[in-house]
């Protein structure tokens, strides 16, 4: 029977990543994530009937990619494959998603639980049987415990990259990309225009950019994601200014405790090590209130300022030109993130920020360069599936695979049906 490629989610946008490969009735799942609206409303990806799911693959635990998998599971207990480092986060990403979000969401905590407990760890390199797939799973280098999987179904083979990084950074190795086989490629696209600058060149202006402040009497404030670019960012610190005074607030605290258990999956453990030996964890509202007084950095969630202890610090801080607020994350449209750096407020007629507003592209996904390169690597390659990209960007993208690979490209929406011939 023919192999057929489903788009649920991450058709022609960026996140709500959600994928089935199958055929008739059994179908492989590739994450189950959401997006969000301008009103900070979660978006469910398209539905499969659970009875349909053979296996559920989650590539890593951001919401974007696992937002939507515990709906799955109010009547059912569907097998689900991630790495170690990626179970042991899940709950903790998802039991926040509800207390913020829950009111629009179709599962409550029993459903996140029945969906951990279902939970079959891979590591890198081991490959495992569900019905007639045949899995393994590769380190995609975007956070810790990342992967990409390649799927054999039969005469079909199939790589799905998740979200990828190609350059090595403080957290994660980069992924070894050779002998690599697989004749279609899913891959996503978020940046399939662009190139980020050397990381070596981001980190030192960052440093550079964080000690002019702080040797002109200011307090530097960090937003960042919770998982991921918060830990970075407080290794980064550690190897190039372990001096200076830094503390970090919100969710960032109980995952660097959970990488910090997590060694195998952590590239330079000792960075991390160090930030947590150094660095003050702010644990109570008193201690809050009196870091935002004293020169330093702060190290905060939420990434784009739509919630967590980082919007407390930006109010309190931005009144004030000696401190500064240098964002470090991707921030979406319609965010206070996106808000600060292109209107330099906050909110809607709120006052205008006095500090210091800067950005800096620590992105954990691959530039266009990495993704053509990963592209180039893949032996026996036929057809490429371009999705989690926005439109514009997704579609010079796939333009670009054709002319230098010359393989068949594919940019679907969300309900398309590939069928793999």
């Given at each position: 029977?023919?192999?057929?490629?489903?788009?649920?989610?991450?058709?022609?946008?960026?996140?709500?990543?959600?994928?089935?490969?199958?055929?008739?009735?059994?179908?492989?799942?590739?994450?189950?994530?959401?997006?969000?609206?301008?009103?900070?409303?979660?978006?469910?990806?398209?539905?499969?009937?659970?009875?349909?799911?053979?296996?559920?693959?989650?590539?890593?635990?951001?919401l974007?990619?696992?937002?939507?998998?515990?709906?799955?599971?109010?009547?059912?207990?569907?097998?689900?494959?991630?790495?170690?480092?990626?179970?042991?986060?899940?709950?903790?990403?998802?039991?926040?998603?509800?207390?913020?979000?829950?009111?629009?969401?179709?599962?409550?905590?029993?459903e996140?639980e029945?969906?951990?407990?279902?939970?079959?760890?891979i590591?890198?390199?081991?490959?495992?049987?569900?019905?007639?797939?045949?899995?393994?799973?590769?380190?995609?280098?975007?956070?810790?415990?990342?992967?990409?999987?390649?799927?054999?179904?039969?005469?079909?083979?199939?790589?799905?990259?998740g979200?990828?990084?190609?350059?090595?950074?403080?957290?994660?190795?980069?992924?070894?990309?050779?002998?690599?086989?697989?004749?279609?490629?899913?891959?996503?696209?978020?940046?399939?225009?662009?190139?980020?600058?050397?990381?070596?060149?981001?980190?030192?202006?960052?440093?550079?950019?964080?000690?002019?402040?702080?040797?002109?009497?200011?307090?530097?404030?960090?937003?960042?994601?919770?998982?991921?670019?918060?830990?970075e960012?407080?290794?980064?610190?550690?190897?190039?200014?372990?001096?200076?005074?830094?503390?970090?607030?919100?969710?960032?605290?109980?995952?660097?405790?959970?990488?910090?258990?997590?060694?195998?999956?952590?590239?330079?453990?000792?960075?991390?090590?160090?930030?947590?030996k150094?660095?003050?964890?702010?644990?109570?509202?008193?201690?809050?209130?009196?870091?935002?007084?004293?020169?330093?950095?702060?190290?905060a969630?939420?990434?784009?300022?739509?919630?967590?202890?980082?919007?407390?610090?930006?109010?309190?801080?931005?009144?004030?030109?000696?401190?500064a607020?240098?964002?470090?994350?991707?921030?979406?449209?319609?965010?206070?993130?996106?808000k600060?750096?292109?209107?330099?407020?906050?909110?809607?007629?709120?006052?205008?920020?006095?500090?210091?507003?800067?950005?800096?592209?620590f992105?954990?996904?691959a530039?266009?360069n990495?993704?053509l390169?990963?592209?180039?690597?893949?032996?026996?390659?036929?057809?490429?599936?371009?999705?989690?990209?926005?439109?514009?960007?997704?579609?010079?993208?796939?333009?670009?695979?054709?002319?230098e690979?010359?393989?068949?490209?594919?940019?679907?929406?969300?309900?398309?049906?590939?069928?793999?011939?």
């Amino acid at each position: 029977m023919e192999l057929e490629v489903r788009i649920l989610g991450s058709g022609r946008e960026v996140g709500r990543a959600a994928i089935a490969i199958g055929s008739g009735d059994k179908y492989l799942l590739l994450d189950y994530g959401v997006i969000f609206d301008e009103a900070d409303v979660p978006i469910l990806p398209n539905h499969i009937q659970p009875n349909k799911v053979e296996a559920l693959l989650i590539t890593h635990a951001h919401l974007d990619h696992i937002g939507a998998a515990p709906m799955l599971y109010v009547s059912r207990k569907i097998p689900a494959y991630m790495t170690k480092f990626t179970r042991d986060v899940a709950p903790l990403m998802l039991t926040d998603f509800l207390k913020i979000s829950g009111y629009y969401l179709p599962y409550e905590a029993q459903e996140v639980e029945a969906f951990i407990n279902s939970t079959n760890v891979i590591d890198y390199g081991e490959e495992v049987e569900v019905g007639d797939f045949r899995i393994k799973a590769l380190n995609a280098g975007h956070i810790p415990g990342s992967a990409m999987f390649t799927i054999h179904y039969k005469e079909y083979s199939i790589l799905y990259t998740g979200d990828v990084n190609t350059i090595e950074t403080k957290l994660v190795r980069k992924p070894n990309l050779n002998g690599i086989e697989a004749e279609t490629l899913i891959i996503e696209g978020t940046y399939g225009t662009s190139n980020h600058p050397p990381r070596n060149e981001v980190e030192d202006d960052f440093i550079n950019s964080v000690k002019e402040v702080i040797e002109g009497g200011g307090v530097v404030l960090v937003p960042a994601f919770s998982l991921g670019r918060s830990q970075e960012i407080l290794a980064v610190l550690a190897e190039k200014a372990p001096h200076i005074d830094v503390r970090y607030d919100g969710m960032v605290k109980e995952i660097l405790k959970l990488m910090l258990r997590s060694r195998k999956f952590i590239n330079r453990f000792d960075l991390l090590a160090k930030a947590r030996k150094r660095f003050v964890e702010v644990k109570s509202f008193r201690t809050r209130k009196k870091v935002v007084k004293e020169p330093g950095v702060i190290v905060a969630s939420a990434g784009m300022l739509k919630g967590g202890p980082a919007v407390y610090y930006a109010k309190k801080l931005q009144g004030n030109s000696r401190n500064a607020i240098f964002l470090v994350s991707y921030q979406a449209r319609g965010t206070p993130g996106r808000k600060l750096l292109e209107e330099g407020v906050l909110e809607e007629n709120g006052p205008r920020v006095k500090a210091k507003v800067k950005w800096f592209d620590f992105s954990s996904h691959a530039g266009v360069n990495g993704l053509l390169g990963l592209v180039k690597k893949v032996k026996g390659l036929e057809r490429v599936i371009v999705v989690h990209s926005e439109p514009e960007t997704g579609e010079a993208f796939s333009k670009l695979i054709k002319s230098e690979v010359g393989v068949d490209v594919i940019y679907p929406t969300n309900g398309d049906v590939i069928k793999l011939g």
